[in-house]
């Protein structure tokens, strides 16, 4: 049983995909104190909106309405 050509490139795609990671060296890490202007400065915090006011009288239906 033969394996089809496109199968063949197919997998040696894949196995050099998988391969290619293998050059790093060590584990991914965030620096504790990066150098200046590598992280952006944080923005100013957003101000709630307040809920409009509630008015004192409860709202009468429209006499229209009824």
Known sequence: MSIHPMNQ?????????????CGQ???L???DSP???VRPEKP???KPTPYPAE?????QPDK???
Do not use: C, M, N, Q
Not at 9 to 21: E, F, Q, R
């Open 9 to 21: 490139i197919l997998a040696l795609l894949v196995a050099l995909a998988l391969l290619s990671a």
């Open 25 to 27: 060296k060590g584990p």
């Open 29 to 31: 890490y965030f620096r």
């Open 35 to 37: 150098p200046p202007g």
């Open 44 to 46: 100013a915090p957003v």
């Open 55 to 59: 008015s004192a009288e409860p709202t």
């Open 64 to 66: 229209a309405e009824k």
